[in-house]
């Protein structure tokens, strides 16, 4: 019995049917608890990061509705400050720095206090003006404190401004409640202090001085002989004069000094002076000098031995110009029409020595036939820039030009709207009619996106879009005869070569746009690279049934197409020269309805090669050179003694006595001139800036507000007129 009992005991033993099940269900409940454990856990870490984060979100939130206050306050002492300080310069006569810095702080005080107080109480501050702050920062107002948002108060109502010995203006109980979309709600509670800026006032040159100066002229100062018939009516204009004298200082206008029409005006030392025992030096300073038509002996512009003189340009055309002292030009001498005659006397200084832009590039230019120079009693030249062939300031895309003129980068045009402002706009030649409109919104026209959908339209339509011209022609020579143009166009022998032959395709310069376009884009369908790049077109499946152009291949040199435009070894080996450049640059005109392509040799801004080429030309072709120079000037008196005192960017000539060219060599190479041309662009271009603003020299003691205001705005307080009607000068 026992003996089968045992037996059955071991037959349970060995059957362990279900054990498995039971351990499965321990374990699954085991990892069950952890995860349960592990999901609570981030869970609760969640709960506390989210609480957590809203309590910062509401305390920073608090905190930037105050920054905006801030920000707000410190636009109000920027302005503040700028206003006083104009005001006190303008006032500054006869005081002393301590007065001034005192008239500053009592100044600067007052016009803080109006802009945050309230109208009704100049010892209280206004709460909407420093609301408007958050409604500008797009920041919500409450209403009420509690509601959604920013909510402002005095603390007791007591919304006080007080200022402490002219130290500080204080807004004092300033509160502010925020409460965020949950309901948190954050309290702060503050003054605000704003500090009167500390300026020590020297005895400084920025003061205008209007008691040195005989004439100031805010846009222009015009003297001719010109009718009437254009004179509205109800005004009486007294007519040019040819005996016009001036003495002592000038300021001749932002537009500039015009005289014209056989008008006259002498800037003259006044007679006074060596009576009282005066050395006076005056200063003669405008945006531009532009006389025209004024050729008769007593017409014309004359400059006195005691003027400082700065301009921008000097412009002479069928005129006479005598300039005498010292002269600081910015640009150019550019004389122009018929029978013009120059004299430069004492120090001529062209101080813009830019090299990539013919803007600010000082140099003298003789457009003009039969002209007369006189550099004989001439102490010091100087010229830091190079003439230019003028490009930039033509298009000969008339669609492209007429929207130039029409376009206005704060309009939004429709394209009905574009095309017939274009089409409406009538156009007489391919000049931008005005430049520095060019600099500025033609530019932006060019980058617009208005214009990029109007050329995609027009391209869509199959039209012709030429190409802008981008940048002027470098010259070697800082000073030139238009005709001197001649030797920097590509000869004809170097155009329009048949790829791998001396046969030309085109022998001409200028040719018509359609010439051109066929020189440069005709296809070579037999060379290797073309077809490479056709085939690995064609083996492109987004390719599948289009027409492959190489012309759109951006990739492709010149092997892959017919013709070599320009070949300029042909013109190096025929001078004997090295290679001055490799380079030619397209310009495009627009002659009679036809547009024609001009080739010039391109020096990029390596003024160095330039110089080079122009001295080894004068070499090559004397005669030409001669007959250029010649057909423009009938005479040119040269001081032999000037080279110790001459600074050149570029080359110069004079005539001697059997009216040969001589050149004058470019200086680039003494390095202490050099030097001297980059220091003197910078110091007399911001001495002239400074003068057209404050009629003083110092750029340095400028304040942001007299850099952005005329010199009427900086004279003149338009207050006083506004109060009685009657002009006060700022003293």
């Not at 609301?131 to 402002?152: P, Q, R």
């Not at 503050?190 to 209007?210: C, E, G, M, Y």
């Not at 006076?280 to 004024?294: G, M, P």
């Not at 009938?634 to 003694?641: E, F, I, R, Y």
Request: with cysteine.
């Amino acid at each position: 019995m026992f003996s089968r009992l045992r037996n059955k005991l071991d037959i349970f033993k060995k059957d362990n049917k279900g054990a498995a099940i039971v351990v499965a269900i321990v374990a699954i409940a085991f990892i069950g608890m952890l995860v349960g454990m592990l999901v609570y856990m981030a869970y609760y870490n969640y709960l506390m990061k989210y609480v957590d984060r809203k309590n910062k979100d509401n305390f920073y939130s608090a905190e930037y509705a105050l920054d905006i206050i801030n920000v707000g306050l410190q636009k109000d002492i920027s302005d503040s400050m700028a206003e006083a300080y104009v005001k006190t310069l303008q006032n500054s006569a006869g005081m002393d720095a301590d007065t001034m810095t005192v008239y500053f702080k009592n100044d600067f005080a007052k016009i803080l206090r109006e802009k945050v107080c309230d109208p009704s109480d100049q010892n209280k501050w206004l709460l909407t003006h420093l609301t408007d702050m958050w409604e500008a920062a797009d920041l919500i107002h409450a209403a009420s404190a509690g509601n959604k948002g920013a909510y402002m108060e005095a603390i007791g109502g007591n919304n006080s401004l007080t200022l402490t010995n002219t130290d500080y203006l204080t807004i004092a109980n300033v509160k502010i409640v925020y409460t965020n979309e949950d309901g948190y709600i954050s309290m702060i509670e503050t003054d605000i202090r704003l500090k009167v800026p500390d300026l020590d006032f020297a005895q400084s040159a920025t003061k205008l001085n209007l008691e040195d100066y005989s004439l100031v002229a805010n846009d222009s100062l015009i003297n001719h002989l010109g009718n009437q018939d254009e004179v509205p009516d109800g005004i009486s204009v007294n007519k040019g004069s040819t005996d016009l004298e001036i003495s002592g200082s000038v300021y001749g206008g932002k537009n500039g000094i015009q005289v014209g029409k056989q008008a006259n005006i002498d800037f003259i030392k006044d007679p006074t002076d060596d009576s009282n025992g005066l050395d006076l030096t005056y200063k003669l300073i405008s945006k531009s000098l532009d006389i025209e038509n004024a050729s008769e002996a007593t017409a014309g512009v004359n400059i006195n031995e005691k003027y400082d003189t700065f301009v921008e340009n000097i412009n002479v055309t069928s005129s006479n110009f005598k300039g005498d002292g010292n002269m600081f030009v910015g640009d150019d001498l550019d004389i122009a029409g018929r029978n013009s005659k120059v004299v430069l006397k004492g120090h001529y200084r062209g101080y813009g020595n830019e090299n990539t832009i013919s803007d600010s590039s000082s140099s003298i230019l003789i457009n003009g036939a039969n002209t007369t120079l006189d550099f004989s009693n001439l102490d010091e030249l100087v010229l830091s820039g190079h003439a230019y062939v003028g490009a930039k300031k033509y298009d000969a895309d008339r669609d492209r030009l007429a929207l130039g003129s029409v376009y206005d980068k704060d309009t939004v045009y429709t394209d009905d709207e574009l095309t017939k402002a274009v089409s409406d706009k009538v156009l007489n030649s391919d000049k931008i009619e005005d430049e520095e409109q060019f600099d500025n919104q033609y530019d932006e026209m060019l980058n617009s996106d208005a214009y990029d959908a109007f050329t995609a339209k027009r391209e869509m339509n199959g039209e012709k879009i030429i190409p802008q011209n981008t940048s002027d022609v470098l010259m070697g020579e800082s000073m030139s005869v238009k005709a001197n143009q001649l030797m920097y166009m590509v000869p004809v022998e170097c155009i329009g070569y048949i790829k791998g032959t001396d046969q030309q395709f085109v022998t001409k310069n200028p040719m018509t746009y359609d010439e051109y376009n066929e020189l440069l884009n005709t296809p070579d369908p037999e060379s290797s690279e073309y077809k490479d790049l056709k085939a690995e077109f064609d083996s492109n499946p987004l390719n599948a049934g289009k027409d492959f152009d190489i012309t759109k291949v951006k990739t492709a040199s010149r092997k892959a197409y017919k013709y070599e435009p320009v070949r300029l070894s042909v013109l190096w080996t025929e001078m004997g020269t090295a290679a001055y450049t490799n380079k030619y640059k397209a310009v495009y005109r627009r002659i009679n309805g036809t547009v024609m392509v001009y080739l010039y040799l391109d020096f990029t801004s390596d003024e160095n090669l330039a110089n080079e080429f122009y001295r080894a030309y004068c070499k090559y072709a004397p005669d030409s050179v001669n007959l250029y120079v010649n057909s423009y000037i009938k005479d040119l008196k040269w001081n032999a003694g000037l080279k110790s005192q001459l600074t050149l960017a570029g080359n110069m000539f004079y005539l001697n006595n059997k009216k040969e060219v001589v050149v004058v060599e470019d200086t680039s190479q003494d390095s202490t001139k050099f030097l001297n041309m980059s220091l003197w662009q910078e110091e007399y271009s911001n001495k002239h800036t400074a003068l057209m603003h404050t009629l003083k020299d110092n750029y340095d003691a400028m304040t942001s507000a007299q850099l952005t205001s005329d010199v009427f705005d900086n004279l003149v307080d338009e207050k006083c007129i506004k109060q009685d009607g009657k002009h006060q000068l700022r003293t």
